[in-house]
């Protein structure tokens, strides 16, 4: 393609596509990379030019772009059954992922939910919670807690318990009010302070709580916050305690993100939290999937004759037989091994990006799994910006999240492509410096 037809394309993209997390007026000198193709860990946009993924699509491709496996499971499935409503009506790809996944907490979780995005999973995971609660008795309990700077999605009842400013100063005056707690942060040391705030919040507020919400060991879109498993096992005591509901967010950090296939069985998997969202990874990039997990207490409070105990929450494309397909096919490669594979990958790229600890500019580097992050001192203005643009230079697709540049790439790091990586996140890092002196 040529570049007049690559700048006709961006310009028809800039008026008729309103663009996710974007500032179109930004937008105009910025324009979107039109891609065309993408295999593996790489992207190919309409001039020829490759990048590698290095942010997964968003946190989602877990196995590279055009995955075989994945692909034959969509194609299959999209022969035979593509879709039926899933109110009244049943079939085997949902059955067999609600069942696996079940099985993967023990039986602890083992009545799934299915809608179609990781906000729509906090939302239910929230209403879920409260209506529970009413129909044994205890409408009293409406108030949720949240941690500081924690992020759990963009639709109202998602964002009352989000605390990015940027996302949610300008709809507070519509939001439900919820708690946030201080949140533990392992660059601070102050997860002791953490759990004090919880447990005095919990003491005074804990009979009119119905859920606390956490993000398991990275609280990603705060700049790939980490805290400990001891964090979270103590949290589990304390809402334990106050007969509290926890809810943990694996959006994000589930599907062998953090070094397990749930970051939850890095803490104790003899006390599962009483919800678990997974969205994002679950269908390795492919199609839209989020589902909630929850305790046979939670589903067994709205077994009833009555309708109006029921939850009656709905998605037309609730159980997508397609989604479900992709997903079921993601969760083979975890049962053939793929967390093994994972821990050889996050030390490679342990080791490659080891020197840069050594960076003058270069704060906390850190690393839960396949997530590696490092904070950059002065920074100066527009530091993402001007670092995705530059990394494009070097076949790289990258956005920090403000002064933090992290990595969460797809399951294919070998020695070579960590190598590349490392290399091309410092050489990168070190021409925005320079030319921000």
């Known amino acids: 393609m040529t570049h007049e037809a690559q700048a006709d394309w961006q310009r028809r993209s800039l008026a008729a596509v309103w663009h996710p997390c974007t500032q179109m007026a930004r937008a105009e000198q910025v324009p979107p990379l039109p891609m065309v193709r993408g295999q593996g860990p790489w992207l190919h946009d309409s001039a020829g030019r490759r990048y590698f993924d290095a942010n997964s699509a968003w946190w989602v491709n877990l196995f590279g772009h055009s995955d075989a496996g994945l692909n034959t499971a969509i194609k299959a499935q999209l022969d035979t059954l593509p879709h039926v409503m899933l109110a009244g009506c049943t079939h085997e790809p ?37 209506h529970s609660r009413r129909n044994l008795g205890q409408a009293e ?41 201080e949140s533990p942060d392992s660059r601070l040391g102050n997860e002791a302070a953490a759990l004090q705030a919880l447990s005095d919040l919990l003491q005074e507020r804990g009979p009119q709580i119905a859920a606390v919400i956490v993000e398991p060991l990275v609280q990603c879109a705060a700049g790939m916050v980490m805290h400990s ?82 939850f009656l929450h709905s998605h037309s494309y609730s159980g997508n037989a397609l989604a479900c397909a992709a997903a079921n096919a993601v969760l083979d490669r975890f049962d ?11 030390a490679a790229l342990a080791q490659a990006f080891a020197p840069l600890a ?22 100066g203005e527009r530091f993402s910006e001007r670092f995705h643009l530059a990394a494009r230079q070097r076949e790289l697709l990258i956005r920090p999240i403000g002064a933090t540049v992290y990595l969460m790439p797809p399951y294919l790091i070998d020695d070579e492509a960590a190598r590349f990586l490392a290399s091309a996140v410092t050489h990168t890092l070190d021409e925005v410096l320079h030319h921000a002196a």
């Not at 053939?336 to 996050?346: D, F, M």
């Not at 050594?358 to 920074?379: N, T």
């Open 94 to 130: 949902a059955v067999r992922l609600g069942e696996r996944l079940g099985q993967r907490t023990g039986g602890a979780l083992g009545h799934v939910f299915f809608a179609s995005d990781g906000a729509s999973a906090v939302e239910i995971a929230l209403k879920q919670s409260f």
């Open 141 to 181: 309990r409406r108030e949720f807690v949240c941690l500081r700077k924690g992020y759990h999605g963009e639709t109202l009842g998602a964002l009352a318990v989000t605390d990015v400013a940027v996302f949610r100063d300008a709809y507070d005056p519509l939001l439900m009010r919820a708690h946030i707690v």
């Open 229 to 310: 498993p001891d964090y979270l096992r103590a949290v589990r005591t304390l809402t334990r305690e106050a007969g509290v509901h926890l809810i943990a967010d694996e959006i994000a950090v589930g599907c062998g993100r953090t070094g397990t296939f749930f970051a939850w069985e890095q803490v104790d998997t003899a006390h599962w939290p009483d919800f678990i969202t997974l969205s994002k990874g679950i269908t390795g990039g492919t199609l839209p999937l989020s589902l909630v997990l929850t305790t046979d207490a939670v589903y067994q409070a709205f077994w009833s004759q009555d309708v109006a105990r029921g």
């Open 336 to 346: 053939a091994g793929q967390i093994e594979t994972n821990r050889v990958q996050a």
């Open 358 to 379: 050594d960076h003058p500019r270069v704060r906390h580097l850190r690393q839960r799994g396949m997530i590696l992050a490092f904070d950059v001192s002065d920074a």
